[in-house]
């Protein structure tokens, strides 16, 4: 269905995978794993004919389904259920049916009008016709998108409920006559648990090709059974041709191999070097104790180089500016997005120090929330009033905080430059991009580039640059994996801030540890209680 021929990938001079030759076919369903910058979303965009290789070419033979990770752009007045619809080409002809029913139900003995309604019934019939459309339906129910919400123009929608449609479109043209390869990056972000658990099932099901990047161990364990490794020690894909538990055995014995090796190349350095050491002084073995050197210095820089990839972001947020009591309130806040309303009537207040988890179904109006916040949007009624001191830091899901068009470095200055940081030059930004896995010349790599992790890296090391007291943090954990997130749940624990958080992650919550909770679209404000963990997937 896909086949890649000395498939080359390179992020600026950074060598990400070598030419090799890979293989997607009917009944695949691969998983594509690997640390976050390792290439896996850089390898899906060119499988998927978003971006060209650095070399080689692709051979594709079936219809591709593709899923970023970050919603795409497009015309966002058109309908949700449109776009869904769209994948089959139904979306135009139910809108032509609609429009010729109108127009006879004014002119019922127009003949003209007559034929062009059967011709387009007949199109309609070919194409699965009703039913095609209640399957649509179906999918985006199952998705967590009702028909209050389909029936909205994308413009109204969240990042979360854009992805969300585009997956069921993707899933939906994947239910026609022609099998399809899916090319799904984190298709989790933005569920919840039921539609993870559907989503699980429909993938198993999936006769045509998939390859799936995922942190989501529970859907990889029912889902793959290939793995595909992308190895950054070494700019190559090792290939298990197993299921995912089979996989992380031969991982596990792998990694002790690994550790059994860099251990001994660590015995032959001290060894060398010492023996060096020893002959030097004598001139007759000089030239013996300069090779001994050499080979010295080059074990000594493949294991530099396996260091540096094993490297994690060590993320601690800097001590909080001083502030009043109360540094964040709000007050009667609402918002509407044309007719629809998302909440109304929300109060709330912020102490110092406070840990707060908001909570709401999908589209209740989580994220929204977090924007009136941070004064990126306004509300239709109340106001946002800061209190002394305030300091905000906001981290948002779909990135925007960061300048694609701009490079790392220069998306680090924007930030420092806007809570006042004049004195964080150059030399100190790279220092904290450094703890962030950013260094040498990856700091002139525009955003845009970047993979889904690596921007949630970048986002989270823009906050570090102001001395923020409120952090409002949307689903900061999505995109990382297991070690990053670690370090991210750290690093919320040890704040001594205030901050407010939306997640689907358990993890991130008892991190937390919060004392309130905000009850979407309510308003509810409440004390936390360990009943309502339940509720954090489900929300």
């Not at 339906?137 to 123009?153: K, W, Y």
């Not at 298990?240 to 991982?251: A, S």
Request: hydrophobic share 40%; net charge negative.
């Amino acid at each position: 269905m896909i086949t890649a021929h000395d498939l080359e990938l390179r992020a600026g001079a950074r060598i990400l995978l070598e030419p090799t030759t890979l293989r997607v076919q009917a009944g695949d369903r691969i998983g594509l794993v690997g640390r976050n910058g390792a290439g896996k979303t850089t390898s899906l965009r060119v499988l998927a004919g978003e971006t060209l290789p650095h070399g080689g070419r692709l051979e594709v033979t079936s219809p591709v389904g593709y899923l970023p990770q970050d919603p795409r752009d497009g015309d966002l007045a058109v309908l949700a259920r449109d776009r869904v619809l769209s994948a089959r080409g139904l979306d135009t002809l139910v809108t032509d049916i609609a429009k010729a029913q109108v127009a006879l139900a004014e002119r019922p003995d127009d003949d003209a009008l007559l034929r062009r309604y059967g011709s387009l019934e007949e199109r309609f019939t070919a194409l699965g016709g009703y039913a095609a459309e209640s399957e649509a339906a179906r999918i985006c129910a199952n998705l967590g998108l009702p028909d209050r919400v389909l029936a909205q123009p994308l413009s109204t929608l969240s990042g979360g409920q854009r992805r969300r449609v585009e997956l069921a479109r993707i899933l939906f043209a994947d239910s026609g006559a022609e099998p399809t390869t899916l090319l799904l990056d984190e298709p989790t972000n933005h569920l919840d648990a039921d539609s993870i658990t559907w989503l699980r099932d429909f993938l198993k099901q999936h006769t045509g090709g998939l390859i799936l990047i995922s942190h989501d161990v529970e859907l990889l364990d029912a889902v793959v059974n290939k793995v595909w490794y992308l190895d950054a020690n070494r700019s190559a894909v090792d290939a298990y041709n197993v299921d995912w538990k089979t996989y992380l055995k031969q991982r596990e014995a792998d990694e002790k191999r690994r550790v059994r090796e860099r251990a001994n190349a660590e015995r032959k350095i001290e060894t060398l070097t010492r023996q060096a050491d020893k002959m030097r002084a004598k001139a007759t073995k000089a030239r013996a104790a300069h090779q001994m050197d050499r080979r010295a210095a080059a074990l000594s820089a493949g294991l530099a180089e396996v260091r540096q990839h094993d490297k994690v972001a060590r993320l601690r947020f800097p001590a909080p500016a001083a502030c009043g009591k109360t540094p964040l309130t709000a007050e009667g806040l609402s918002k509407s997005y044309g007719s629809l309303e998302v909440f109304a009537g929300v109060d709330l207040a912020i102490d110092r120090g406070a840990r707060v988890v908001v909570l709401g179904l999908n589209g209740a109006g989580k994220t929204t929330l977090l924007r009136l916040l941070s004064g990126l949007e306004p509300p239709d009624t109340g106001a946002v009033v800061p209190g002394h001191g305030l300091r905000l830091g906001y981290y948002a899901q779909e990135h925007e905080t960061l300048d694609h068009d701009r490079t790392i470095l220069e998306n680090m200055r924007t930030s420092a430059s806007s809570v006042g940081r004049a004195d964080l030059n150059d030399t100190e930004l790279r220092k904290i991009l450094g703890a962030f896995l950013f260094s040498g010349d990856d700091v002139d790599k525009p955003a845009g580039v970047l993979s889904g992790g690596e921007k949630t890296r970048l986002a989270l090391a823009m906050l570090v640059t102001g001395a923020a007291n409120v952090l409002l943090l949307d689903e900061p954990t999505n995109n990382l994996d297991p070690v990053s997130r670690e370090q991210v749940l750290d690093a919320l624990h040890t704040f001594a801030g205030a901050i407010v958080l939306v997640t689907h992650d358990e993890g991130a919550v008892e991190a937390l540890a919060p004392e309130k909770v905000i009850m979407l679209p309510d308003g509810v404000e409440d004390q936390w209680s360990a009943e309502l963990t339940d509720l954090i997937t489900l929300a």
